[in-house]
Every structure is written in C-alpha cells, then in structure tokens.
C-alpha cells in the first residue's frame, strides 16, 4: 500500500536553530499537509499546499514557518529559529483530492525536539 | 478552540462486545466528518467518513452515525477485536475543504 515517508523520525535542535522536515508523499496525490501535536495536546493544522502554493493555513504558521514542494517527490517543512514551544510530533499528509470522503494519508511523523 | 470534542479520554470494551466513541462539535459549518485511528508511534489512520447531508455510513466493522440537530457523531466498532487497541481521533471540515479539526482522541482498550 502507498505511504506517506517522512525523515528524520527524531530531530533534536538547539533553540534559535533552523530545521528542515522532509516528507514524501504519495506519487499522484495532489494536495499536502502539515499537522502536527505537542505532547498531550490534539493534532492541530498548520498549512495545505497544493499547486505549488499555499492553500490554508493556520495561526500557528507564522513567518516563522514556511513549506516547499522543491522537487516532483518532496515536501518540506522548515522552522526558521526554532522555539522551546515548537518540540511537537510534525505529521505530513497527502490526498488525492480536497478532503471530501477521502480523507488524507498521514506519515508516521518528525518527533521534534528543540532543546 | 474545542470546535471538535472527545469527552471520554479512555474507553475499555470486552473483545467481542460494541466500542462506542462519541464526539461531539460546535460549527455548525462542519459538513464531512472523518474517524481516525492512531497507534503509537505512527500517523493517523484514516477509517471511515460521513457527509452531512447522510446520518449513518457502514464499512464493515465500522458504522458512524451523524445527528446534526445534536452536533454529536459516534463511532461503533462490532465486533471489537484487540487490534482495535489505538487512540481513535474524530475530525471535521467545512465546504469539503482541506483543514481538518481534530478533537483530543479517545484511548480504546478492548480487553481478549
């Protein structure tokens, strides 16, 4: 079955750090996510992106945040300087389509540390 | 924001026996709602969705229900099956469109 691959599985940074999180998502599927959940709390969305550009976001993406598709396979997620309040499971997601009855295919996430 | 609410942070059921997961929401512009599993240390799972203009979606063990005049959705699993063991999240969207909101989950335990 088709996955959604993102890389580092765990990423320690240091505060103020910048950080880069890499997703693939599936081949032919035309729209991407980010999500992500701090410990104890609901998974909460960040930003979707399809067409090489952004389509909603979030509150919580700020300036600080920003997204890419650089190449046909990737999608990245990057935090410009890193935050204490950022230490957050970071999920990628992708869907064939708006999210309708399809829902998304989410990765198996970026534990994120900032330390 | 508590758009999207999981009362029951824990539920534990005898294999064999009905799971029901409830959930209930406040905009009432939410018009799909979608039901995930989660095991630990990996994404969500998508299990079943239903649209608002329908109050019941069957898929196999699966069968959400819709009351849209309550605001409440509930999640039955039968037969429960220890497998079925996960965090199960209900999410909504509005207009079909690509933001999900996420209640807090609700911790299944189905005991052999």
């Known amino acids: 079955e088709p996955e959604v691959t993102q890389t580092p599985s765990h990423q320690v940074t240091q505060m103020g750090q910048e950080v880069i999180l890499r997703c693939v998502p599936i081949?032919?599927?035309?729209?991407f996510y980010w999500y992500r959940q701090i410990l104890g709390q609901k998974v909460e969305f960040l930003v979707s992106f399809y067409n090489n550009e952004i389509s909603e976001k979030s509150e919580i993406f700020d300036d600080q945040f920003s997204v890419e598709r650089p190449d046909g396979s990737n999608f990245t997620l990057k935090i410009r300087s890193t935050k204490l309040e950022d230490s957050a499971m970071y999920f990628c997601?992708?869907?064939?389509?708006?999210?309708?009855?399809?829902?998304?295919?989410f990765g198996s996430g970026t534990r994120l540390t900032v330390v | 924001d508590q758009q999207v609410k999981q009362n029951s942070p824990s539920l534990s059921v005898q294999e064999g026996r009905i799971s029901i997961l409830n959930c209930d929401y406040t905009?009432?512009?939410?018009?799909?709602f979608l039901w995930y599993k989660k095991y630990p240390a990996e994404g969500p799972t998508f299990l079943i969705s239903?649209?608002?203009?329908?109050d019941k979606n069957e898929d196999g063990r699966f069968t959400v229900f819709l009351n849209k005049s309550a605001k409440h959705l509930s999640l039955h699993i039968v037969p429960s099956q220890p497998g079925d063991s996960a965090v199960y999240f209900c999410a909504a969207s509005h207009n079909a469109g690509n933001m999900l909101t996420f209640g807090g989950g609700t911790r299944l335990m189905v005991k052999p």
């Open positions: 905009n009432s512009m939410f018009d799909y």
């Open positions: 239903i649209s608002s203009i329908k």
């Open positions: 081949s032919n599927h035309l729209y």
């Open positions: 997601a992708s869907s064939p389509s708006r999210t309708g009855n399809y829902g998304y295919t």
